[in-house]
Antibody, heavy 120, light 107 residues
């Protein structure tokens, strides 16, 4: 059974930093691109970033470029999202999401999400 | 960025009804479109990928159709468990984008 468990969310002041983690199990982690998708309170879904199988290729939505960094550790079956210079508009539930086989952006399994609140 | 527009935004229906949700893309996405179901406080669940391929385990009352710029999610014989918000997503180009969502409510 595929499981994705996020952690690291919390309350942070504008300009602050947080590191989200996602631990995966139930599938061959090193064979899949991994994504982060977020959802602001009461709003729709927004793709944030993804990373290829060996961590050598990373892509970001324009609004987080230069502030967020995605990484992975295949030995630990984990993917991370380092978030710096956080803004109020980054407040959202952040989901770790596994891709469909052979896809970079098509996703199937989602974690339960971790809430990031940026507020003074 | 490629825009996806869902209609309607809200849909009121009764158990047993057949309902359809439309997703229109601002550019051709070929078959690279997925549909998700989300319930309050929960993560989305994939229903359909490649426009019409049902994920294993998803009830057969869900079906998807379309190609290019116009797509449809149909739910036949709506069940109580189907009242939720539905999103389409294109995954042909960066950034991946989602429709704004369609809330299916009990009439």
């Amino acid at each position: 059974e595929v499981q994705l468990v996020e952690s690291g969310g919390g309350l942070v002041q504008p300009g602050g930093s947080l590191r989200l983690s996602c631990e995966a199990s139930g599938f061959m982690f090193s064979a899949f691109w991994m994504n982060w998708v977020r959802q602001a309170p009461g709003k729709g879904l927004e793709w944030v970033a993804n990373i290829n199988e060996d961590g050598s290729d990373k892509k970001y939505v324009d609004s987080v470029k230069g502030r967020f960094t995605i990484s992975r550790d295949n030995a630990e079956r984990s993917v991370f999202l380092e978030m710096n210079s956080l803004r109020i508009e980054d407040t959202a539930v952040y989901y770790c999401v596994k891709t469909l086989r052979g896809s970079q952006l098509g996703v199937d399994y989602w974690g339960q999400g971790t809430l990031v609140t940026v507020s003074s | 960025d490629l825009q996806l527009t869902q209609s309607p935004s809200t849909l009121s229906a009764s158990v047993g009804d057949t309902v359809s949700i439309t997703c229109r893309a601002s550019q051709d996405v070929s078959k690279w479109l997925a549909w998700y179901q989300q319930k309050p406080g929960k993560a989305p669940n994939l229903l359909i990928f490649e426009a019409s391929v049902l994920l294993t385990g998803v009830p057969l009352r869900f079906s998807g159709s379309g190609f290019g710029t116009e797509f449809t999610l149909t739910i036949s014989s709506l069940q109580p468990d189907d009242f939720a918000t539905y999103y389409c997503q294109q995954y042909t180009d960066y950034p991946a984008t989602f429709g704004q969502g369609t809330k299916v409510e009990i009439k």
